[in-house]
């Protein structure tokens, strides 16, 4: 009797270490499953019109929930204030003059192409064995132009609201295969300056009589200097783009609310980030493209690691080129591929490094007007070069005059030189990479047109 208890206690023993054993297996496979990696675009998304980098109106309550968890950059730049170049600087980890994203200002029915020869973070994840599919809504960024390069499956829809890009990223997560990369490129708060009816009683001004509606058309008067903007204008367009920064933060809950719902949020790292801001009087004039100021190339960006517990909030500088290296990190992707950009692992672990990162930026465009230009910013200053329309430099303290209202360039001449040789030494590191040129077919020029792109 006593031996046949004592072996039932062994039975019982062995079971309970067999259901030990398969139990740490199992949580060893999902500690080691490779995270999914969701790559949230908000096109022409300024960061100084979000409550958590300091804005006056809780615009995006789901996205400042969102950072609350997450690390965010508050210090964040753009290599452009167009979409097309910006992008292609995030996906590549490269600079403009390196990826061959640059228009000419010969013509108004070319663009610069992303060029073949550059590798992509898709094409770097598809060959670690994910998944990759891209959904845009910006056709500076369509397949034409080389920006599908490792995607699995890369889709351009002209229906420009927000719930279309969900409607097609649930379609893809209906069963995915992980690990698997998904960029979604949400166009709001482009304008037109046009939210849903629910959202456009908000913020308004019951008192303004002006005469502004959010339309192209107008906006580029004001670029082409033929329409000028009074104060009261400037608050009307402002709650207008807020509208739209409005409608797309709901939306994003939907999307959080779907990764949640398919069981992908606990193994899936979320950025949030944007391509470019936008200007409303800040420098004289309106929409982007045409400058390189703060309020162009200042972007939020955010992390959200479910692997992380601690929120951070990051004051460093940080770069758009920055996140293809970083991401790979986190993601545990090895890489040969020799980016520009900095691998900011170090930052979000609560480290520093030692040198800030200086910003590169420039700006090449013929549209209602023919712009370029170059800036780089490093150590609290901000050095622009123009050479069209005409030449001429800018320099601004930054610390002391974060709006750029006070040119030093002649007050300054030793920081002056200083920032045109570190410009010109960033620059001559560079790799100069030619993309080519695509001919705009009726149907682009139809689809750019319909987003001010072209006259």
Not at 263 to 280: K, P, Q, Y
Not at 326 to 334: E, H, I, K, R, W
Request: aromatic share 8%.
């Amino acid at each position: 009797m006593q031996v046949e208890k004592h072996r039932q206690n062994r039975k019982f023993e062995n079971r309970c270490w067999l259901i030990a054993f398969f139990s740490f297996l199992l949580c060893s496979c999902s500690t080691d499953q490779p995270l999914n990696l969701v790559v949230v675009m908000v096109d022409t998304l300024r960061a100084d019109h979000l409550e958590f980098q300091g804005y006056q109106r809780d615009v995006a309550p789901h996205l400042a929930e969102l950072a609350s968890q997450s690390v965010v950059l508050l210090n964040h730049h753009a290599h452009a204030s167009r979409t097309g170049p910006s992008v292609a600087s995030l996906l590549t980890g490269l600079h403009p003059p390196s990826h061959g994203v640059v228009n000419p200002l010969t013509s108004f029915v070319a663009k610069g192409v992303l060029a073949a020869e550059v590798t992509t973070l898709a094409e770097i994840l598809h060959g670690a064995g994910y998944e990759c599919h891209g959904v845009v809504t910006n056709p500076n960024v369509g397949e034409r132009f080389g920006f599908s390069q490792g995607f699995d499956s890369y889709e351009y829809i002209e229906i420009l609201t927000a719930e279309e890009v969900n409607r097609h990223a649930a379609a893809l997560l209906q069963n995915p295969i992980d690990p698997f990369f998904l960029y979604l490129h949400y166009i709001d708060p482009h304008s037109p300056y046009r939210a849903p009816p629910p959202y456009q009683d908000r913020w308004m001004d019951s008192t303004y009589t002006g005469v502004f509606d959010g339309s192209h058309d107008q906006l580029n008067e004001v670029v082409a200097g033929t329409l000028g903007m009074s104060e009261s204008d400037k608050a009307h367009l402002e709650a207008l783009y807020d509208q739209e920064i409005a409608y797309f933060d709901d939306q994003l809950g939907a999307l959080l609310e779907l990764l949640e719902r398919r069981g992908l949020a606990e193994n899936t790292l979320l950025v949030v980030v944007s391509d470019h801001g936008e200007e409303f009087g800040d420098h004289g004039s309106a929409l982007h493209g045409y400058t390189l100021f703060e309020e162009q190339l200042h972007v939020p960006c955010l992390l959200s690691d479910p692997r992380r517990v601690e929120p951070r909030r990051i004051e460093a500088v940080t770069r758009n080129v920055d996140l293809a290296p970083t991401l790979l990190a986190q993601l545990g992707v090895s890489s040969d591929e020799s980016f520009q950009g900095k691998d900011l692992s170090p930052l979000l672990d609560g480290g520093f490094f030692e040198d800030p990162l200086p910003v590169y930026a420039q700006s090449s465009l013929r549209a209602v007007r023919i712009v370029q230009a170059r800036s780089y910013h490093a150590d609290g200053w901000k050095y622009i070069a123009h050479t069209l329309p005409e030449t001429r430099e800018e320099l601004f303290d930054l610390r002391a005059d974060p709006s750029e209202g006070r040119n030093l360039i002649l007050e300054d001449p030793a920081r002056a030189q200083q920032m045109r040789q570190g410009l010109e030494a960033m620059f001559e590191a560079m790799p100069v990479v030619e993309g080519g040129l695509v001919q705009l077919t009726p149907e682009e020029r139809r689809q750019l047109k319909s987003l001010g792109y072209l006259e």
